[in-house]
């Protein structure tokens, strides 16, 4: 099988191209090639596996066809630039996040047109579709209402992938990615970013700020996870879906109590010891309108499969990027 | 008020032409100028009032400036291509109602940049942006589901309007007409034709064809109750809007029988006789999607006023297109 990961330089699509090549098949197929495309190009792994690496900007004309010059029969799209940098920068945030998308989209309709071509494409779109009010529980059928640019660029992604799987374009599945925890690395512009942060720094032995008050509750899921939910989307039958395509995630419900609590078991008091209180009015405004909790069931009835705890979450990290050792 | 409609020539434009020029006033502010634009140039009314018509398609990159010109302090965006059309023809469809919507968007975007411009747009939206499973009523805070492309793009297009107005770049409000009956004229490419066709034939003395069994019950709004719903929302206040800036409108249920029950009391059974049932099995299914009753509680909270009986809409009919004969 064929594979293309767009947006392959991030986070989630470093962690998806070791977890695709770790496990060499899609479902029962094996993945014979790999395309790695993000804005800077990403770096091949070592492995026997064929790997193409290219840096390209979708939002350009042209570039979504380059890519699928190759005719990838599985495409993941995860390339997005987040929250905060799409807030700031109202026409880079619909460039990137809603035109580039669109022009993939569209190529893959043409390509479609000059004879029988219609990938599965795995879209990863956000639980930022959903903006206050809302219910401390969401279900699958919760209306979008985002409050950022983010949000609507997400949320009108998920409209276009379900007109063009409803039209035969092609086979797409959106998944809406809990906040995922926790995420390693420097802080990106997500506004999110503190969720990780005072379990990341402190693990690692240095200071966290924490803006917000512990009763803060959100959704969250391990990077382990996100990539488990993309590999299950790429496998999935997707009949089921019918017209709407775009899943809520099965993630994990927590305060930030919780989240602390969860570390304090795991690292120590020396790790909570770490964490500092320092409230900030506009992060709380804004967390304040976002979603506590998913229902998710559609996702959970069809297999997608999230963490069991937080204190797992945590684990994962330790394991995954801190080889094992707590500072 | 400097006004500007586009989308003048189409059956809605041309009525509300007719109204505000004979109110004079949006609200309690007299209409001062007046710019007319299609994509034909729609006819200039015979009035005191400067009027200028514009043939203009707003999918071309530049045209939506041009009709920004006057700095219109309200815009009434009523121009699509309807929903047959856009799901015969996917790029027009795209190009039109999504393209078309976004560049004027940005048009005005752009305006306020360069200092305070920041007009009240009112743009049509579609009950079409919900489609099955749907409740026998809809809420308010029904989730978009839109099974045409058509629906896609208006779902697309509130979700700009509520992130540009979020933003401040005008003061938008979306409203989701009802089907409209009795549509004066010819059919034109809207599945839902026949609501109309079976009332608007006989009333002249014609045969008319119902594809549908007369249980199939829908969401209807006299050509007057959706001119009224597009003067409030250029009135009224915004605020209580929040971020969610598009309304179901109080439309009308009645399933066809109920139709053809009003057409009997108000023109007799020579009219009803002249209906032919014929099933359409494309049809019979499409319609069985789509909406059948709205709450519609936050319009009514805000003042919006539909019609009072089916009666009373081919009442309207007769007198605002008949002239009070019936063939």
């Known amino acids: ?43 091949a792994p070592q492995t026997a596996l064929a790997i193409q690496t290219i840096a390209a900007d979708l939002s350009v004309a042209g570039v979504a066809d380059q890519l699928l010059a190759g005719r990838p029969e599985l495409i993941f799209h995860l390339a997005a630039i987040v929250s905060g940098e799409a807030e700031a920068d109202f026409e880079k945030g619909y460039r990137i996040n809603l035109d580039g998308t669109r022009l993939l989209f569209e190529a893959i309709r043409q390509a479609g047109a000059q004879g029988g071509y219609c990938p599965r494409v795995v879209f990863t779109s956000s639980i930022a579709v959903f903006g206050e009010p809302l219910p401390s529980v969401i279900s699958d059928t919760q209306h979008h209402t985002p409050l950022t640019s983010y949000g609507t660029q997400k949320a009108i992604c998920e409209l276009l992938l379900a007109d063009y799987s409803r039209r035969g374009f092609f086979d797409g599945v959106g998944i809406r990615l809990p906040t995922i925890v926790v995420r390693p690395g420097k802080p990106n512009r997500a506004a999110s970013g503190f969720f990780s942060g005072i379990l990341r720094e402190p693990l690692a ?19 382990r996870a996100a990539v488990g939910f993309l590999r299950h989307a790429a496998a999935m039958d997707t009949a089921p879906l019918g017209a709407q395509r775009s899943l809520s995630m099965p993630g994990l419900a927590a305060t930030v109590g919780e989240e602390i609590a969860a570390l304090q078991r795991v690292a120590g008091d020396k790790a909570v010891a770490l964490i500092r209180r320092e409230t900030d009015e506009a992060i709380t405004r804004m967390v304040a309108g976002w979603p506590q909790a998913f229902e998710a069931e559609r996702a959970k009835a069809l297999g997608f499969k999230g963490d069991s705890s937080f204190d797992e979450i945590i684990r994962i990290h330790i394991e995954d990027e801190l080889g094992g050792v707590i500072a």
């Not at 986070?11 to 060499?24: E, F, Y």
């Not at 032995?205 to 990077?223: E, I, K, N």
């Open 1 to 43: 099988m064929k594979v293309l990961i767009i947006g392959a330089a991030g986070m989630i699509g470093r962690k998806l191209t070791a977890s695709l090549l770790q496990a060499g098949t899609i479902g029962d197929r094996p993945v014979t090639e790999l395309v790695l495309a993000d804005v800077v190009a990403p770096q």
């Open 205 to 223: 032995g240095l200071d966290a700020v924490l803006p917000v008050a512990d009763s803060v509750r959100h959704w969250f899921a391990s990077p």
